[in-house]
């Protein structure tokens, strides 16, 4: 595997449609300038599989897509395809963040990574590519209410998708969430790479409430503060930038906010039981 000193978070092509863009194959020049190239996406990837084989590398997990797979990469996960089969069919769904409803958007994003890879039978797989083969052709086209025909194309890929997931509750119990846990969800949400070393203020003025409402809310939701799921994202940042770059891990510190890099060491083994550079030998073993 080829490691790096930058991974680089690329936005979604301007040519999108509403924040949505489908591609049906790619191309071998393309083929061979994506191989192996490690970065995130600001936006949710859905591959489906028809036929032939996709290895993919994210969050140091290794996905095998194979035919009638479908895999979701989250936004802001970081990845890296490995091999395409030349016998690989299939289709790639891009989808900005503001474009899936609120329930949906929370069992994507609390996704575990078991359920990112999602197997579904022959007839399911049909019907599904046949739904991005539509969204592909009308998003090519002038015709008229092309925006309405799109949406319900989509919502029923997306919802078809879903629906294939097991995880907390099914779909249509999603919609009657409390206030706590919709806080929670969009809390959660909020947290990136990019906003992890912010106060939790920060996080309830974003969401025009108090802080201790905010903490009320994820504590009563998850049994953990918010200080908690923001340290957790930067261990789990500190952890990604470990395996998929070379940095060294002072460097790494300083990129996470740390302006004492013995304290992140410490910190880090605190959390994990290993120093920097032993979670690096064993994840890269």
Known sequence: MTHTNDIITYSQSPKAFGGIYVKDHIHTSVRKSIIDHTHRDDYYVISIVTDGELLMDCEMEKFIAQRNNILIVKPYQIHSVR???NDFKGYFLGIQDFRIPNDINDLLYTLPESQQ???ISEEEMEMLATTFELMKKYIATDSQHKTQIINGLFSTAL???????????SVKELGTQSQPAVITSNFKRLITHQTHLNLPSYFANELSITTAHLNDCVKKTTGQTVSYWLKKSI?????RLLY???KPVKEIAFNLGFEDHTYFSRMFKKLTYQTPLQFRDTVRA
């Open 83 to 85: 091999h395409i089969s």
């Open 117 to 119: 890879l999602l197997s």
């Open 159 to 169: 919802y078809s998708i879903c629906s294939q997931t097991t995880h907390n509750q």
């Open 235 to 239: 261990l789990d940042e500190a952890k």
């Open 244 to 246: 998929y770059t070379n």
